[in-house]
Every structure is written in C-alpha cells, then in structure tokens.
C-alpha cells in the first residue's frame, strides 16, 4: 500500500509521518552516513521538510514503513536548484507541473522485490491525479537503466558527474498514461497502488512526539 501525506489527511496520519522520518534515519543516517541531517537521534530531516512537501510512503500489512519519497514544488527554492544545479545544463526546470522527487528509499529487507517499483507506480498514479507532465531528481547514474527497464521516460538534464564518490545524474521522469501501464506491467500490478490521492499540501506542519 501507498499513502500519500500532505496537508490534507496529517493529523490523521501523524504517526505514519513520524516512522517515515525514523525509517529515513535508518536508510540515510546510519547506512549512508548523513548524519547532517539526523535529529534528535532518531528522524532524519533537511530544509526541504517544511510546510510544502508532500510525502508517498509504502507500508506493509502491519503498516510498517518499508519505503519512502518526498515530493515539492520546483517553482519553490529546492534540492537541484539550490544543491545540485550544477547538474543540470540550462535553466533548471521550475514549473507548476513539474514536482521534484528526492529520498526515494526501500528498507534492506525489501530491496529486490515489488516494493521500489510498486513505488514508481505511485508516483505515476500521483502525478497523473495531479496534472503533472514530469518529476525531476537527482539519482545515481546506474539508477538510469533500471528506471527506464521499468517501463519510465527518462530525460538526463546534464552530463553525470563524480559527487562524494558516487556518480550522480539530474533528471526528469516523465509522467503518462503509457508509463504508468508499463511500471504496472513490471511491478506485476493490475490496479492502483495508492490508498489514497490528495490535492498537494499547502501547510503541513511536523509535530514530533
């Protein structure tokens, strides 16, 4: 299952929230060492958790979060205009229909399986729902076969390049009907993933227990 969480269902989902972030520590802080970014020892949180982003977070039966992404608005400061414009060459895309995707992440235990791709096709169903023509991000170059395997249009934004030993590319995925259906194809789903579709968040405010 799929949950968005924006502004609309937080209070509602506030513990959903939270384990997000606490699974983000477990992914970027203890296994890739950003310890910038930890809080409070247990979540994991930058400038760009604030009262714009919306968050997709898959959850198992038992509704353990086992994979995660953040979405924001590109017409604001974000991550490829304000971090990484360097990637790109030319204007970096700011549009209201292009949102930007950063912290896709699955637990270890998950990795391999339906869940990475089950989480490309909420994104899909995601973007469709809100009009929107295409999602940029920043991600590791290899990431590009993998993505465009999965049935995705992808369009690189500049040249690859050598960032803190890994190899990282700016992109855009397109969003459509024809890439939905084939990441359908390739996560073996015949029907939506998302639990839910919101309008985008205009204030979501963080409260942690």
């Known amino acids: 299952m799929i949950r968005v969480i ?43 958790d604030n009262e714009n982003t919306i968050y997709v977070v898959a959850l198992d039966d038992d509704e353990r979060v086992i994979g995660c992404f953040r979405l924001y608005p590109t017409q604001a400061p974000h991550m490829l205009s304000e971090v990484f414009s360097y990637l790109v060459d030319g204007p970096v895309p700011q549009r209201s229909d ?21 989480l490309l096709t909420g994104l899909q169903e995601y973007g469709l729902q809100q009009g929107l023509s295409a999602v940029s991000a920043v991600i590791r170059s290899f990431r590009m ?19 803190n030993g890994e190899t990282l590319i700016a992109v855009t995925f397109e969003i459509g009907e024809d890439s939905l259906e084939r990441i359908r194809h390739t ?3 015949t029907g939506p993933v998302l639990e839910q579709v919101t309008q985008p968040a205009g204030a979501l405010q963080r409260k942690f227990a």
Request: charge should be neutral; include cysteine; aromatic fraction near 12%.
């Open 145 to 163: 076969s993998v993505v465009q395997d999965a049935g995705f249009r992808v369009h690189p934004l500049g040249l690859p390049r050598e960032v």
């Open 6 to 48: 924006d502004q609309a269902n937080q209070l509602r989902y506030r513990e959903t929230l939270e384990r997000q972030f606490c699974f983000r520590h477990e992914i970027f802080v203890k296994e890739r060492g950003w310890t910038a970014f930890e809080q409070d020892g247990r979540y994991e949180v930058d400038q760009y």
């Open 187 to 189: 996560a073996g789903v």
């Open 98 to 118: 292009v949102l930007e995707m950063t912290r896709i992440s699955v637990s270890r235990d998950k990795r391999g399986g339906r869940t990475y791709y089950e």
